[in-house]
């Protein structure tokens, strides 16, 4: 008799398990979105190629309070980018970037495709715009080839060749210290940008008001060319003394 309770209890605890599992999966986006609140375009989000294993990069910036970050993919890019259904969720372990102010997932990938990030914030789901991968067709290009004018102590002032591989939509830019902490992190149309100015910024992702870089100190400057279907162009990443 005792045998027979176990079973039965373990087949109850089996059932349990597997209804809260199957209610937390979703593997599929539309599935996840259904009966929901959401929200397209509400995740900011871009993927490069890396410059050594190919690897496609995917970045997004993860609001204050967000949750439940997924990462769902297409099984090729010659889908409907706009069917949700044809994305089904992958199970990657997301890093932090930037010290964790941006989160970056890392996956090996032979065939291109569309990508989104999801989060949840305020009872929502957010989504971002569908990132379409080139890292056969278009991968990323790096470079460290900036032009850097300091004339104005502790707000240099960058410029870079624009649209240099063709395709740019808008560029997003970082500037960080020794330790990789975001202090900056702006959109602009221009090819240029002037820390901490904000007049040509059309997006800003940096919370507070950064202070003026200390004189001598080291810092990094980073810059991604994006496309308009979210793929990252161009990437410049440089290293530089302040003034």
Not at 137 to 166: A, C, H, L, R, Y
Request: glycine share 4%; charged share 20%.
């Amino acid at each position: 008799m005792d045998y027979i309770n176990k079973i039965v209890y373990a087949l109850i605890i089996l059932n349990i398990f597997s209804c809260s599992s199957n209610d937390d999966e979703s593997p599929n986006l539309a599935s996840y979105l259904e009966g929901d609140i959401f929200e397209v375009g509400a995740v900011i989000a871009c993927a490069a190629s890396d410059n050594e294993t190919k690897d496609i990069l995917t970045f997004y910036y993860p609001e204050e309070g967000a949750t439940n970050i997924r990462y769902y993919e297409t099984v090729h890019a010659q889908v409907d980018n706009s069917d949700f259904s044809n994305y089904t969720q992958i199970l990657l372990q997301s890093t932090p970037f930037f010290n964790g102010y941006l989160g970056k997932f890392t996956q090996a990938a032979s065939t291109e495709k569309w990508i989104i990030v999801t989060f949840e914030l305020d009872g929502e789901i957010k989504i971002s715009n569908p990132i379409r991968t080139k890292q056969i067709s278009k991968p990323t290009v790096w470079s460290d080839d900036v032009e850097i004018n300091q004339d104005e102590s502790g707000m240099p002032n960058f410029t870079w060749v624009d649209d240099p591989v063709g395709d740019n939509a808008i560029y997003f830019q970082v500037i960080s210290d020794d330790q990789n902490n975001l202090l900056s992190g702006t959109y602009t149309y221009q090819n240029y940008f002037q820390y901490y100015d904000t007049s040509n910024v059309v997006l800003n992702i940096t919370t507070e008001t950064p202070q003026p870089l200390v004189l001598n100190n080291t810092y990094n400057f980073t810059l991604m060319d994006v496309s308009e279907d979210n793929w990252v162009n161009f990437v410049i990443n440089k290293t530089f003394t302040s003034l």
